[in-house]
């Protein structure tokens, strides 16, 4: 299958070329979840008992914090309204699911559309429901309507200053890609004659070389290796908004469809499954349509620093994101961060700009209104107009 697809390569990347090029309107697609609905728990826990298959899921794959709802949707699709006005239409991907944050009929009328699971797993129901965000991203580009080029945002990415449809799609049409290739050859090799010496359990070696692995960084390999790459060099992405083109996830569903709804079968995820994301822009360089861009005016929070920084230095970067050097950010763990900061969420307040137009009040300022005290100035953040459908947003 792998030489066809690259007999081809020169004529796909032609054709995607004269398809798409420099040009066109430009969406973004966020999948979120609230995982503190009941009955989104109560699903989880009746599929996590009995997932199918033939193994059960990792702990890290069904650990709470991956279903986390913490409002950071709100401030994502604020950033967007506000840093990124060119954008034609936001597609909120969701479990049967509307944000608390948002008033769905205002949403609309500023582009913001919901999109069920059900939609972009038309045809293949089979698979549904579904907790992970792997196979998610298997099938987003499936969505009705969207544009040839879009923006995937998780919900805890967001905008932290304004940006232009050539930060991630350049005039020359090729597709901007924030990251750099890696080698894990030697990483490798060291771990393997560590585990050899410990454990002289050969046996072993590789079950236990795979669990020392980050889960999302072997998902990444995974997805490079389905195109040729290997340990040796293969790309990895910074973990910023991702920028995608839905042809090449089309054609990529047509030479790999049996691997694309393997992937999408996994409830929760799986360390065999591959990252759509990296065998799409593992592609785009190989055939000549993406160019590597530095990972300059972002900020990402990954879980570990969250966990470990110092409630000085977090504020420190919390501050930063409205200082006017920073573009783009992605807070893997808010609720640490809020453990150690409590004005975390004013500080994403701040730097995401203006409240928005389609939002309800979040709770941390009407928690923060004095009793008596309508005026208080810790209700600007709520001066957004009534919802049409017939919504408090105010």
Known sequence: MLSKFFSRGGMLARSLANSIGGKGPVDVVVAWVDGRDRKHRAKRRRYLADPGGDTKPERMAVKAQRFSDND????????????????????????????????????????????????????????L???????????????????DRFLYFND??????????????????????????????????????????????????TELLEKRIAFNAYNKL???EMLGYTAERFFTAHHMIYPLLRPVMEQLFEEFQPAFL?????????????????????????????????????????????????????????KQLTDGTIRMTCINHLEAVIDKVPDAM???????????????????VLDAVPPGRSDSALQVEARVPAADDGTVTA
Not at 346 to 364: H, I, M, N, Q, V
């Open 72 to 127: 950071e949707i709100r401030y994502c699709l604020r950033s967007i309204h506000n840093y990124a006005p060119w954008v034609r239409t936001i597609w909120l991907v969701t479990d049967d699911q509307v944000p608390a944050s948002i008033a769905r009929r205002r949403a609309e009328r500023y582009n913001i559309r919901i999109v069920d699971h059900r939609e972009i797993f038309r045809g293949y129901e089979q698979l």
């Open 222 to 224: 995974v997805g490079a």
């Open 346 to 364: 004013r500080y994403l307040s701040d730097a995401t700009g203006p409240t928005a137009p389609f939002e309800k009040p979040p709770r941390w």
């Open 156 to 205: 805890d990415m967001m905008l932290v200053g304004p940006v232009k449809p050539t930060d991630f799609f350049s005039r020359g049409g090729k597709v901007n890609l924030r990251g750099r290739w890696t080698s894990w050859t030697e990483l490798l090799e060291k771990r393997t004659e560590l585990l050899e010496k410990r454990m002289k359990l050969l046996e072993k070696r």
């Open 262 to 318: 393997a992937n999408a079968k996994y409830r929760f995820r799986d360390r065999k499954q591959f990252w759509p994301i990296a065998l799409h822009d593992h592609l785009l360089l190989k055939s000549n349509r993406a160019q590597m861009a530095l990972p300059q005016n972002s900020a990402h929070f990954p879980v570990g620093y969250c966990l470990t920084a110092s409630p000085d230095d977090l504020e420190v970067r919390l």
């Open 129 to 147: 429901p579904t907790f992970n965000s792997l196979a998610i991203e298997t099938m987003l580009w499936r969505i009705e309507g969207l544009a």
